[in-house]
């Protein structure tokens, strides 16, 4: 039994003895510094594969075929970029910044970057901090729409409705066929107190989309506002056209039609 476990001692002795040390310089450093080197082609593999694992919802494995992009690509920002974009869907908006901040070290004049970061800004409830990163977006890239709604977005966060109102402007002068748009500018107009000018937007809203019922009552309110209860009942009326079941605006209508009865006439004085 001795003699059975000297040999075994011996022969692990031996095998172990084959093995040399790597010199403390090279044993220090990672494995992947060691092996790894720039190869855009297959980054670009991974990058796609990505972009369709966003595209079908799994978020948590995007990360992973990005991540191994920048790896193999480290001086491609957009990399970081769409690395910082699902993070942000995750909800882990620190480590999206820094992503962000990763990227506008390689392209500091990228305008998805700083759009990118407006948002995650916005959702962490940054909200200055974020209409500084979306004005920047804007001056790199002026004919984005997206930027100025969300820029404008920000701006009504801070409560600067006229500020928001402007960037509702240029956005519209991008997509002048959204309804959407037209009806938020309205808002923010509203909002600052103009409210023949919200009317406008309103008015124009609906002209776009027939079926959109805030708009609707949100013309009548400011017709109501201005003195102007034929408006405001024109405007309801055309809401029920089309949304002919909807008690509410029955309710609204019979309320304006009795407040037009209790009008008192003008009097007008002898000619």
């Given at each position: 039994?001795?003699?059975?476990?000297?040999?075994?001692?011996?022969?692990?002795?031996?095998?172990?003895?084959?093995?040399?040390?790597?010199?403390?310089?090279?044993r220090?450093?990672?494995?992947?510094?060691?092996?790894?080197?720039?190869d855009?082609?297959?980054?670009?593999?991974?990058?796609?594969?990505?972009?369709?694992?966003?595209?079908?919802g799994?978020?948590?494995?995007?990360?992973?075929?990005?991540?191994?992009?920048?790896?193999?690509d480290?001086?491609?920002?957009?990399?970081?970029i769409?690395?910082?974009y699902?993070?942000?869907?995750?909800?882990?908006?620190?480590?999206?910044?820094a992503?962000?901040?990763?990227?506008?070290?390689?392209?500091?004049?990228?305008?998805?970057?700083?759009?990118?970061?407006?948002?995650?800004?916005?959702n962490?409830?940054?909200?200055?901090?974020?209409?500084?990163?979306?004005?920047?977006?804007?001056d790199?890239?002026?004919?984005?729409?997206?930027?100025?709604?969300?820029?404008?977005?920000?701006?009504?966060?801070?409560?600067?409705?006229?500020?928001?109102?402007?960037?509702?402007?240029?956005?519209?002068?991008?997509?002048?066929?959204?309804?959407?748009?037209?009806?938020?500018?309205?808002?923010?107009?509203?909002?600052?107190?103009?409210?023949?000018?919200?009317?406008?937007?309103?008015?124009?809203?609906?002209?776009?989309?027939?079926?959109?019922?805030?708009?609707?009552?949100?013309?009548?309110?400011l017709?109501?506002k201005?003195?102007?209860?034929?408006?405001?009942?024109?405007?309801?009326?055309?809401?029920?056209?089309?949304?002919?079941?909807?008690?509410?605006?029955?309710?609204?209508?019979?309320?304006?039609?009795?407040?037009?009865?209790?009008?008192?006439?003008?009097?007008?004085?002898?000619?």
């Open positions: 039994m001795m003699r059975r476990g000297l040999w075994g001692l011996l022969a692990l002795t031996a095998v172990a003895g084959t093995y040399q040390p790597l010199p403390p310089a090279v220090q450093l990672p494995e992947s510094q060691l092996l790894l080197r720039p855009p082609l297959r980054a670009a593999t991974f990058l796609d594969r990505g972009i369709q694992l966003v595209h079908e799994r978020l948590a494995l995007a990360v992973e075929q990005f991540r191994r992009a920048a790896a193999l480290p001086a491609n920002p957009n990399t970081s769409n690395i910082a699902v993070l942000d869907k995750l909800g882990r908006y620190d480590e999206a910044l992503e962000l901040d990763r990227a506008e070290q390689l392209d500091p004049r990228n305008p998805t970057l700083f759009l990118n970061r407006g948002n995650t800004l916005l962490c409830q940054r909200y200055e901090e974020a209409s500084e990163a979306l004005q920047r977006a804007a790199l890239d002026p004919r984005n729409k997206l930027v100025y709604l969300n820029l404008a977005t920000a701006h009504a966060k801070l409560q600067r409705w006229k500020d928001a109102a402007a960037a509702f402007a240029k956005a519209a002068e991008l997509d002048p066929q959204n309804a959407a748009l037209w009806f938020n500018w309205a808002g923010a107009l509203s909002s600052a107190g103009d409210t023949a000018g919200a009317l406008q937007k309103y008015e124009h809203a609906i002209e776009l989309d027939p079926t959109n019922l805030g708009a609707y009552y949100n013309a009548a309110a017709c109501e201005l003195g102007d209860l034929d408006g405001a009942i024109r405007h309801i009326e055309a809401a029920r056209r089309a949304a002919p079941d909807n008690a509410q605006l029955q309710e609204i209508l019979v309320k304006l039609k009795e407040a037009k009865r209790r009008q008192r006439p003008t009097v007008q004085g002898p000619k």
